[in-house]
Nanobody, 123 residues
Framework: QVQLVESGGGLVQAGGSLRVSCAAS????????MGWFRQGPGKEREFVAV????????FYAESVKGRFTISRDNTKNTVYLQLNSLIPEDTAVYYC????????????????WGQGTQVTVSS
């Protein structure tokens, strides 16, 4: 069982930056691929990014590629998502997720989910 707790969301102006974090309560954090999803108002939840167990491999949704960066610190059991060049369309609840398997695909389907953190981008 893995518990995930996100933090770092907030209100930011368009063009700004924000970093969200996700702390995992497990002694085997490095055994999990970690990722981020988001759900905007009136939209379905969508894949954002995934990172491999060691952090050496990443995969991004086309809509965020070049603007967002996923990273992890296995010594702190934490995964991060750096959001740069934010646009109003990035407004969403951002969810952290985990699965034992890493995939270079937006169809990566996590088993564990956090509760989410709200990111709001004003125009």
């Amino acid at each position: 069982q893995v518990q995930l707790v996100e933090s770092g969301g907030g209100l930011v102006q368009a063009g700004g930056s924000l970093r969200v974090s996700c702390a995992a309560s497990t002694r085997t954090f490095s055994a999990y691929a970690m990722g981020w999803f988001r759900q905007g108002p009136g939209k379905e939840r969508e894949f954002v990014a995934v990172i491999s167990h060691s952090g050496s491999s990443t995969f991004y949704a086309e809509s965020v590629k070049g603007r967002f960066t996923i990273s992890r610190d296995n010594t702190k059991n934490t995964v991060y998502l750096q959001l740069n060049s934010l646009i109003p369309e990035d407004t969403a609840v951002y969810y952290c997720a985990a699965h034992l398997r890493f995939m270079y695909s937006s169809t990566w389907t996590p088993v564990y989910w956090g509760q989410g953190t709200q990111v709001t981008v004003s125009s």
